[in-house]
């Protein structure tokens, strides 16, 4: 059975990832970070639902269906400090989305995140954010198809000299990429998707494209054994009033049941605990900022879930069943 794919946004620092996500789920979490920087990895589930909404008028134009349960997104933190933690998002995705200020171009965090992305060989969109800043742009809150054909000729001019800038870029790192809508083959190129996150203006192509990439050349690795030994990565692992010591993961492929035990590494040797809840964050909530989790028995891939422990280090975490299976993530 598949489960939904895992994609992870990078980008530099204020490139718009989260705002990104914001305009996808009408919440407001960028507003609540310091400074407006991502602090920590999060991860969103998308539904199907939602997905078929945001992608709207124009999966009846491609006269198509989205077949993906939904999508897992992982914001990941543009800051230089936070490197490690980015690249730990990136190294679980399926594919990724890289976002790119249209008037910056690659700076240091989006090369460090091109090289993240080749490293662990992950198919990516370029997402080129903030064309709403073009001078004398039209167009809000709609396909980007309808939006260019509205701009004079000028503005169509500087975004295509903005797209070429940046392909020359990526030629660079030996990426070869083009506009969305100008690809022809997309096992081998990387499309260039220009959105805003701001107005809403090609989130939809930028969704399709994604789930069109899952459906048509991931579904392999989508095929999971749902039942089978579970496998996540922790992103985050923190004290919580009420809750104690929790750990935010990623399950993407097994199951993790509430009567399997944590065994965990630490500087004194290798410790085990019982799990006292797995939590889960309601859909198009932010795993970090749900208040209100719903506690369960059990999670299948792809989730992100909050688990709740007696008290745990931050590395080398494993679960196992009470046959003493071990489920590593």
């Not at 990526?170 to 809508?181: M, P, Q, S, W």
């Not at 399950?251 to 590494?265: E, H, P, T, W």
Request: glycine share 8%.
């Amino acid at each position: 059975m598949p489960r939904q794919p895992i994609l992870s946004v990078l980008g530099h620092v204020n490139a718009g990832k989260t705002s990104f996500l914001d305009a996808i789920r009408e919440s407001r979490i960028c507003e609540g970070e310091a400074g407006q920087i991502t602090q920590m990895i999060g991860a969103t589930e998308v539904p199907l639902e939602t997905l078929e909404q945001a992608c709207g008028d124009l999966l009846n134009q491609l006269d198509t269906e989205i077949t993906v349960p939904g999508i897992m997104f992982i914001d990941t933190p543009g800051h230089a400090a936070f490197s490690s933690l980015r690249k730990r998002g990136g190294s679980i995705s399926d594919i990724g989305i890289l976002m790119i200020d249209i008037e910056e171009g690659i700076q240091p965090q989006t090369e460090e995140a091109i090289e993240i992305l080749k490293e662990s060989d992950t198919p990516f969109i370029v997402a080129l954010n903030k064309v709403d800043l073009l001078n004398g742009w039209r167009g809000e809150s709609e396909l980007f198809s309808k939006a260019i054909t509205k701009q004079q000729d000028h503005v169509q001019q500087e975004l295509d000299t903005k797209i070429y800038e940046l392909m020359g870029e990526l030629n660079e790192y030996d990426i070869v990429a083009d506009r969305f809508d100008r690809v022809d083959d997309f096992q081998n190129k990387v499309s260039i998707v220009p959105v805003s996150a701001e107005t809403g203006v090609g989130l939809s192509e930028l969704l399709m494209v994604a789930t069109g990439l899952s459906q048509n050349y991931l579904s392999e690795r989508l095929e999971t054994d749902q039942n089978g030994i579970g496998k996540a990565t922790v992103l985050e692992v923190s004290e919580q009033k009420g809750r104690g010591s929790t750990a935010d993961i990623i399950l993407y492929d097994g199951k993790i049941n509430k009567d399997d035990k944590l065994v965990y590494g630490t500087s004194e040797g290798v410790r085990k605990t019982d799990i006292r809840a797995l939590l889960e964050p309601k859909p198009l909530t932010e795993i970090r900022e749900d208040k209100e989790y719903t506690e369960v028995g059990e999670v299948k891939p792809a989730a992100g879930v909050k688990i709740s422990g007696r008290r745990y280090g931050r590395n080398n975490i494993r679960c196992t069943s009470k046959n003493s299976v071990k489920r590593k993530y």
